[in-house]
């Protein structure tokens, strides 16, 4: 029936707005910023990069390796690897970014970052009031202010985190476990 389109999308929206007067769930509208909507867990911004321990800077577990930068669909991301390798927050030698900054303001959000990062180093943020005239002075996030915890991680994204947690525990109980026999062979002293 031609018009059959319109007149039922107007009786939704009468349903919504008597309803509203009468049932909780029809009134869909939130005074914000006064009022605030639960966010879900799976919301997602911009991207961060995660740090183990207290030092942000030792603890950052991105290596450098500038996969997302290459694999970034608009090229937000900017990385400049440090020359030489550095002790992390557990004394282990790796390559860290001397640089490493995020265009927002050209970023769009699509995770492939994250999607693409081997080291569960870069996440999505669920921040989004972050509006400013300035683009270079506020919109251009460096290393310092995309470092945040692994527990601000386990915060936002609960159960994503603990998969996370509980496989980069598996793959750390791996590696010890093949360490070991090795360690034991060569400290067995050679027969003459
Ligand atoms: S965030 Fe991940 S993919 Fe990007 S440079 Fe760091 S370790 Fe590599
Ligand atoms: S979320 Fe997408 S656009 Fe944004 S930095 Fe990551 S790969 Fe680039």
């Known amino acids: 029936m031609l018009g059959e389109g319109i007149i039922k999308g107007m009786g939704e929206t009468a349903r919504n707005f ?3 007067y009468v049932k909780e769930d029809r009134l869909t509208t939130v005074q914000y910023p006064e009022e605030r909507l639960p966010q879900k ?3 997602r911004n911009f991207p961060f990069l995660v740090y183990d321990g207290k030092d942000w800077d030792k603890g950052l577990r991105c290596v450098a390796c500038q996969i997302c930068e290459k694999e970034c669909p608009p090229q937000c991301i900017y990385i400049v690897k440090d020359a030489t390798k550095k002790p992390d927050h557990i004394g282990k030698m790796q390559f860290q970014a ?3 900054d995020i265009d927002i303001s050209v970023c769009m959000s699509c995770q ?3 999607e693409v990062c081997p080291f569960e180093a870069i996440k999505m943020d669920v921040e989004y009031e ?5 683009r ?3 919109l251009l996030l460096h290393k310092d202010q995309l ?3 692994n527990d601000y991680y386990r915060k936002i994204h609960p159960t994503e985190a603990a998969e996370v947690d509980a496989r980069m525990g598996a793959e750390k109980a791996k590696a010890e476990a093949k360490a ?3 360690a034991a062979t060569s400290a067995t002293p050679s027969k003459p």
């Open 18 to 20: 008597f309803g509203s």
């Open 41 to 43: 867990e799976a919301a």
């Open 98 to 100: 001397k640089v490493f």
């Open 112 to 114: 492939i970052c994250v």
């Open 130 to 134: 972050l509006s400013t005239g300035d």
């Open 136 to 138: 270079f002075g506020q």
């Open 147 to 149: 470092a945040k915890s």
């Open 180 to 182: 070991k026999p090795a």
